[in-house]
Every structure is written in structure tokens, then in C-alpha cells.
């Protein structure tokens, strides 16, 4: 069964630190791994996807690193900003299953 | 460009009372489906997904039922809501299975 571990549980850094928030998940039969952010009490936008087959992906500050075979995915963040605290959710889609897995995020608060 | 709704943004309800909550998609056909439940410290729990009008599949034993009446409609309902119902419900949309999910804004639904 695929499960899908996320550390730290919660963040807190100061603005301009550049930051790295993991992943880890236990099957390395997926078809791609996301990276999704939340704000309180509103839905999931996604940030980054990465297909099995690739290493990486990059949008602005964000670089997001896959190493399937060793289930581990990394989310970069460049020079943080106030406005980037919010929870990060990491997403394994199973090639097994077709599911969506995700794990418990991490609640990323950067302090101006 | 695609769009997905849902509402209400935020619903309580009596322990006991029926609950419909909706899904529509706009900007695509036959998409794949998709409900899923936040619950407080837990991650997200994939609840029902459907692949086509009509199609549900239920992933977890439970007081929710869902239907597709049509194409871009999806409906979670409940005869008879329990305290354990409470959470953020998201509904999200993708192309076909191995594509990525979109999500909506979310429904927060507590329970009294």
C-alpha cells in the first residue's frame, strides 16, 4: 500500500531563507508526484508535477526534485516571502492503482 | 479554459439532516471525477471518483453517497449526516486517469 510522508510537520522560517520541504513515499510505482499548495480554509493549486520519468521541474522560486527510486521528492524554495506561508501537500499518483495519494503537508510560515 | 464550482462554500448542519453538496466542471467533456474529504490533522481521503455519467466508485465504507447525473455534474449527498461527516470536502476534475487533478475551492461542512 502506498503511503506518502511529508517532514517537517511544520515550518517557520524568517523572509529571504531559502528553504527545502520533503517527501517521501513507499512504492516507486507512480505515474508522477505533485506539489500542491493550500491556504487556510480554501482548495489545492497545484504547483508542480513531475512525471516518472523526469528528474525535475522548475516555476519562478520553486524547484521541485524527483528520485523515484529512492521515493523521495524535494520542494526547493528560493528567497522565501510572507507570502509564500501556507501548507505544501506532496501527491503520488499510483501507477498501481490510479489513486491520488498525498501526504499531510507541511505548514510553511515565513516571518517578515 | 477549465473551471470547476462548488458550493456552498461553507454549510452547517444538524446531526441527522440530509446534505447535498455539488461539483460542475466547465471547459472540457467526459472528464474524471472526483470527491475527497480533509478531515482535521489527517490528510486527504479519497472518497468516490467516477469515470463517466452514471459510474461511481466508492473507495471507503461510509454514511456518503455520490452520483453523476450528468457529464460535468458531480453530487455528494447524505441521508442522514453524522458528527464523524464534519470536514473540508474537495471535489476535483482531470482529463483521464494519468493526468493531473484539479481542484476546487472546497466545501467546509460542520456538523452540530
Known amino acids: 500500500k502506498q503511503e506518502v510522508t511529508q517532514i517537517p510537520a511544520a515550518l517557520s522560517v524568517p523572509e529571504g531563507e531559502n528553504l527545502v520541504l520533503n517527501c517521501s513515499f513507499t512504492?516507486?510505482?507512480?505515474?508522477?508526484l505533485q506539489w500542491f499548495r493550500q491556504d487556510p480554509g480554501k482548495g489545492l493549486t497545484s504547483l508542480l508535477l513531475?512525471?516518472?520519468?523526469?528528474r525535475e521541474q522548475t516555476s519562478g522560486r520553486l524547484n521541485a526534485s524527483l528520485d523515484k527510486s529512492s521515493g523521495r521528492s524535494t520542494l526547493y524554495i528560493a528567497a522565501s516571502q510572507p507570502g509564500d506561508s501556507a501548507t505544501y501537500l506532496c501527491a503520488v499518483l499510483s501507477s498501481n492503482t490510479g489513486k491520488l495519494i498525498f501526504g499531510q503537508g507541511t505548514t510553511l510560515q515565513v516571518k517578515p | 479554459s477549465q473551471t470547476i464550482h462548488q458550493w456552498p462554500a461553507t454549510l452547517v448542519q444538524p446531526v441527522g439532516s440530509p446534505l447535498s453538496l455539488e461539483c460542475t466542471v466547465e471547459g472540457t467533456s467526459n472528464p474524471n471525477l472526483y470527491w475527497y474529504r480533509q478531515a482535521a490533522g489527517r490528510g486527504l481521503q479519497l472518497l468516490f471518483y467516477s469515470v463517466g455519467i452514471g459510474q461511481i466508485s466508492s473507495e471507503v465504507p461510509q454514511n456518503l453517497s455520490a452520483s453523476r447525473p450528468q457529464d460535468r455534474q458531480f453530487i455528494l449527498s447524505s441521508k442522514k449526516l453524522l458528527l464523524s461527516d464534519s470536514g473540508f470536502y474537495l471535489c476535483?476534475?482531470?482529463?483521464?486517469?494519468?493526468?493531473?487533478?484539479?481542484f476546487g475551492d472546497g466545501t467546509r461542512l460542520s456538523i452540530l
Open positions: 512504492d516507486s510505482a507512480i505515474y508522477n
Open positions: 513531475i512525471q516518472s520519468s523526469q
Open positions: 476535483a476534475w482531470s482529463p483521464d486517469g494519468n493526468q493531473p487533478q484539479h
